[in-house]
């Protein structure tokens, strides 16, 4: 407890959950985005049965809940039906890619209408102290079918409907950002792409970091960004914000996947550190040199402009995913037909 405490005092991250205890062992959301480190005990309980449940053939079952009252965000009495079906729609596109049969639990926290700040944002939840790199509790629901917390959901999400939206799966038009597009991209913050760090390399949740964090490497020296193995999970690189082309991502799907196998896909490390953010995003543009994808392309940078649809997974997204402990489905064709 006192370790979340101190955890909870600290951050600023994408989105990151600090969560709750249980038994022994606290637990925290890290919302992505905004970096704020949030107690299991101030979030919404995840009761299951008063979502709606998304089963997807031969792969996860999603339990949605929205935490909206009547008439407003995803209850909206105009748009409120589209922008569930985009949730649907996002997860079904997810959940056909993953080749496992668990469970996650996700939650839309009350939605935002100020259109300040961020689209949206979210996060997982970790266990404070894990001494080791873990994927958090989506990536353990999904892929062992054990809840690792009943109390709380997998997967927090808050939206700002105050922006100006596309709220269904047609096509993004001039002046609006894409649900579709948006929600993709915080789910996969959801599903582990996500980094713990604070500007200075420490973590914002004590004694855990992130399986995406665990395969980062600062490309000069040739240093990884964190020492390996459980316990010795020291920062060992020289900054965080160097610029582009400083850190990159070391999985091995995600080169095979990419370019070409050139290269690994460079991670975003903007010269001012915004916690939440940095390091939680692939650069962009990457370090493509030609050829397919384009980097405009990924899902996982940083910001989208208006009038911009990011749907699919460029490979490598896909390959950072089976790098993290995923196993997709599909994996050649899949791939194949998301090369654009
Ligand atoms: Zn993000």
């Known amino acids: 407890m006192l370790m979340s405490r101190k955890v909870l005092g600290a951050a600023t991250v994408c989105t990151l959950l600090i969560a709750g205890a249980t038994e022994a062992r ?13 107690p299991a005990s101030s979030l919404p309980k995840f009761t299951g049965g008063s979502g709606q449940k998304l089963t997807i053939p031969g792969g996860p079952t999603f339990n ?80 062992t079918g054990t809840d690792p917390d009943g109390g709380s959901a997998d997967i927090y ?15 993004v038009g001039p002046g ?48 990884k960004v964190w020492a390996a193995g459980p ?24 080169i095979a996947d990419y370019a070409g196998g050139a290269t690994f896909p460079r991670v975003d490390t903007p010269a001012v550190f915004a916690a939440g953010s940095s390091v939680s995003h692939f650069q962009s543009p990457n370090s493509i040199t030609s050829g397919s994808p384009t980097p405009e392309a990924t899902v996982m940078q940083r910001s989208t402009p208006p009038n911009t649809e990011r749907r699919e997974f460029v490979a490598f997204e896909l390959g950072a995913l089976e790098d993290l402990g995923y196993t997709i489905k599909n994996t050649s064709s899949s791939r194949d037909w998301l090369m654009y």
């Not at 606290?26 to 949030?38: F, K």
């Not at 999400?157 to 939206?165: E, N, R, S």
């Not at 996500?194 to 004590?206: K, M, P, R, V, Y």
């Open 26 to 38: 606290d637990a925290v959301l890290l919302r992505g985005h905004s970096g704020e480190v949030v």
């Open 231 to 254: 316990g010795s999970m020291n920062f060992q690189a020289s900054s965080l914000n160097g610029g582009t082309n400083t850190v990159e991502f070391r999985g091995a799907q995600s």
């Open 176 to 223: 609006e950002f894409d649900l579709y597009s948006t929600l993709l991209h915080e789910m996969t913050h959801g599903l582990g792409i996500a980094s713990l760090t604070n500007s200075d390399g420490t973590s914002q949740i004590a004694g855990t970091r992130t399986s995406y964090d665990n395969l980062l490497f600062q490309i000069s020296g040739d240093v």
């Open 157 to 171: 999400c808050t939206v700002d409907f105050g922006y100006t939206w596309n709220n269904d799966t047609g096509p």
């Open 64 to 143: 949605i809940t929205y935490d909206d009252g009547a008439g407003v965000g995803f209850n909206d009495a105009t748009h409120g039906a589209n922008r569930k079906a985009v949730v649907d729609a996002v997860l079904t596109y997810i959940g056909e890619r993953l080749d496992h049969t668990g469970t996650c639990d996700v939650v839309f926290e009350t939605s935002q209408s100020d259109g300040t700040g961020f689209l949206a944002s979210a996060g997982t939840l970790y266990f404070v102290g894990e001494n080791d790199y873990a994927g958090g509790f989506a990536f353990d629901h999904l892929t």
